[in-house]
Nanobody, 120 residues
């Protein structure tokens, strides 16, 4: 199955930018989706952004206009601009067969997570 590894997290100030990367290996299907979720301390893991094999994207309202998901079959990025303290979380890359979904239970493969901390 698909193996996912995230990188690019770090500590930044409010208003700064970060670019997260997710490297995928072992994928064998042509119709697939990749997504980013995030989990803040004491909160549930929530949907952030997703992209399918055709390049169709979807975003959570909280990040629309600030974050951009892009990439291809083996490498997906999350460009995060105008970061806010409320963006602080562990960010996880995920993969599934078929079209995008905002539901975490629909995804079959997950990365280990990368920490993003935004200070005021």
């Amino acid at each position: 199955q698909v193996q996912l590894v995230e990188s690019g997290g770090g500590l930044v100030q409010a208003g700064d930018s970060l670019r997260l990367s997710c490297a995928a290996s072992g994928r064998t299907v042509s119709s697939y989706s990749m997504a980013w979720f995030r989990q803040a301390p004491g909160k549930e893991r929530d949907f952030v952004a997703a992209v399918n094999w055709a390049g169709i994207t979807r975003y959570a309202d909280s990040v629309k206009g600030r974050f951009t998901i892009s990439g291809d079959k083996t490498l997906v990025y999350l460009q995060m601009n105008s970061l806010k303290p409320e963006d602080t979380a562990v960010y996880y890359c995920a993969s599934k067969v078929g079209n995008t979904s905002p539901r975490r239970d629909d995804y079959d493969s997950w990365g280990q997570g990368t920490q993003v901390t935004v200070s005021s």
